[in-house]
């Protein structure tokens, strides 16, 4: 399946062109890897296709940034490989199961792997996800070498893992249930598996269900700060989800979720009740006032991104039940021009579908 990676972050991106950036030599992969091996320098190797929206951003960007030129030309040979296009792309896809872009992939002189991951990643956040090239700990390359000769502990499997989901080149999903059905409720509630509740335990799966039950013991264990973190990000893509009618939901449904997140006492998340608010007006077609004053009186106490992402999914689904002036001033508190756009694009469409033919 084709398909594109593209951050949360990128959604509130907007960023300057710089230049003198990344050095991308017309080299075959062959080539890369004898020159990278006699300048005693890795091989560097962007995988695009030219339908990817990401891959344009990092091309137009993130690769031409001073910053990045700085750190990429003195340690790689950077080469560019067209996915779908004349024979090394393809054959460079081929030979590293690359199913997603863009993915970025850190060879040897010798070609070997030692580092791959997908998805764009702004600004200089780029060069820390490729430092992990040369961290044992973080590495693909590194890490599936030492699991396939069978090193599995729980360390070992939980960084291979999480470095595996990043390459997007798999289902992972059995490796993760396999790796989790394996340790005892004890074994679980540590920072090495933390990623199996955070990223692989949607609200009301049995998994989620153990985080919510043992929370206390993961909150001593862990920091609360770090828990209550994983468990907001939960709530969120929940209200999000019905929001954006990714799921359906009836308000019984939610006044039981927003029972189990009112137990939970969680720091730091003055932004869900926007989110149960807007739930709210969205089922029942009413409160559209309320909710209205209640974004107001809200905004000076979240983050700028925070609001940002909120209203991202709510404007489009309760915009119907304020009026145009409740509405231009809901938009205005929008920071980032680029979702205010998007927002307003939705809205149009809606209107346009709306209208009689």
Known sequence: MKKFILTLAMVFASIALFAQGIDFQDLTLQQACAKAKAENKFVFIDCYTDWCGPCRMMSDQIFPMKEMGDYFNP???????????????????????????????????????????????????????????????????????????????????????????????????????????????????????????????????????????????????????????????????????????????????VQQVNKQLEALNLNNANNLPLYQTAVSTYLTKEGGDKLFEMIKSTSGNITKDEMDLFLYFAVPSVNEFWTPEQSDQILALISRDDIRARITNTLNRQKQASQPK
């Open 75 to 253: 340690k790689f040979v950077s080469i560019k490989a067209n996915a779908e296009k004349g024979e090394e792309g393809p054959a460079i896809k081929e030979q590293f199961g690359i199913k997603a872009y863009p993915t970025f992939v850190i060879l040897d002189g010798d070609g070997n792997l030692i580092h791959m991951f997908a998805g764009g990643v702004l600004s200089l956040a780029f060069i820390d996800k490729v430092e992990e090239s040369f961290n044992p700990e973080l590495a693909f390359g590194q890490l599936q070498k030492r699991y396939n000769a069978g090193e599995h502990n729980k360390k070992l499997t939980a960084s291979y893992l999480k470095a595996l989901q990043n390459t997007y080149t798999t289902n992972i999903t059995p490796l993760i249930e396999e790796f989790a059905n394996s340790l005892s409720p004890e074994e679980l509630i540590c920072d090495e598996c933390l990623f199996l509740f955070d990223e692989h335990a949607r609200l009301g799966s049995p998994r989620e269900k153990f985080l919510t039950e043992n929370v206390e013991k993961f909150r001593n264990t862990l920091g609360r700060e770090k828990i209550d973190q994983v468990l907001k990000k939960k709530y969120e893509a929940y209200y999000s989800s019905i929001l954006g009618r990714q799921i359906t939901a009836t308000t019984d449904d």
